[in-house]
């Protein structure tokens, strides 16, 4: 599973979660993929009262080949941000959010061998009960479920299967965020209101602060009122379901007005997972078309080549433009020309999300798509 210390998803899994700490913790100081191993130390060890670990264990954590990685060492990672906020831990024994990071997820907890009272429930159970610690955590799950090997499957479990559902997992949560009728990122979100004033000077705030006419309070219930993209009133169906999220990402894209800011971030992260889940069913879509008997390609094949062009396809502005003008066309979103731009910037912030984390889209997206490489839909046909 991702927590043997040479696998490609473990390694980069301990550089995402070692990057995402130095960039918490030292904030505008950090250099990705650099240990910074002095100010890290320092900083630690002034909340824990004591050294957290070996300067060369920090150090060793940014190499291309870590020596084994243990978990307790890990755990001082959430130590440091737990005594920093005066949090224990709820339970003894429970992962904190870089030990589920680094060692967790949800491949480890669906099909690591029976271990304990968790491994005891049915495979299915723990996929169902499966709530990922948070968007990055969920974007690694995505992410490992592509790169899935069939090592990696106990339980007598079909690797397809496995894929399956577990893929079908990722999506569930991405749609639990995302649906427009009960999803839960909106609350998280910015107000239009909140991202309104941002953009205005320290004066000009105040004296529309000042200006507003209805009130206080009236304007302190704006400023927190959950924002919701306008998409649904473009879309002939207003519900998508989860194995379509893929669609309710790009759906909401046509809004442009609501991908700003912290918005902006939010959705990007996750359209990215969305493409990694939608990557680990390729191989169904390609035996879909082998049992047609036709030469056709599969809608969700074009939705997926638009999102791997725009999140982790090389800088090329002409075949973007048709990717995601084909997936425009098939889903009907009737995206507004602004649509493109905001596209665009949720590009760029997703690669700058990486960058903090020491991280290429190339180098994810040839582990995702490494496993359908080594094993052609056609030699699965009729399996």
Partial sequence: M???????????????????????MLEAAHEPGISQGKSVLT??????????????????????????????????????????AGRLRERRGESGFYEELVF????????????????????????????????????LDALDVAALENDQVHKGLCLWD??????????????????????????????????????LSDADRQSAEKEFTFGPLAFQNLMRMAPQPMYEARLNQLDFSASQVHKTMFGIAA???????????????????????????????????????????????????????LFFGPDDEDALSEALGRANEMGQFQWLPDTYDALLAARDQYHALLAQLGLQPETLWQIAEGFDQAHPAAMRKGT
């Avoid at 998803?9 to 700490?21: D, G, I, P, Q, T």
């Avoid at 002034?46 to 978990?71: H, I, K, M, N, Y």
């Avoid at 099909?111 to 968007?135: A, F, N, T, W």
């Avoid at 049992?291 to 999102?307: F, H």
């Fill in 255 to 309: 809004d442009a007005s609501f991908l700003k800011g912290d918005r902006l971030t939010a959705w990007c992260l996750d359209a990215a997972t969305a493409a990694l889940a939608l990557q680990s069913m390729s191989w169904r879509f390609q035996l879909d078309m082998l049992a047609s008997g036709r030469a056709i390609v599969m809608p969700e094949i074009w939705y997926l080549d638009a999102m791997q062009a």
């Fill in 104 to 139: 967790g997820g949800l491949a480890v907890q669906a099909l690591e061998p029976d271990m304990g009272k968790l491994h005891r429930s049915p495979v299915g159970q723990r996929i169902s009960q499966y709530r990922p610690r948070s968007p990055l955590h969920l974007h």
């Fill in 43 to 84: 900083r630690m060890t002034e909340v824990l009262t004591r050294a957290p670990f070996d300067p060369r264990t920090w150090d060793s954590w940014f190499g291309d080949a870590p020596p084994r990685v243990q978990r307790a060492a890990i755990g001082r990672l959430d130590q440091f941000f737990d005594a920093k």
């Fill in 162 to 199: 496995a894929k399956a559902v577990l893929s079908n997992r990722v999506m569930e949560c991405l749609h639990d965020r995302w649906n427009h009728r009960s999803g839960t990122v909106y609350e998280s979100l910015p107000s239009d209101m909140e991202l309104a004033m941002l953009e």
């Fill in 2 to 24: 991702t927590g043997t210390n040479t696998s490609p998803m473990f390694r980069l899994r301990l550089k995402c979660a070692v990057n995402h700490f130095k960039h918490r």
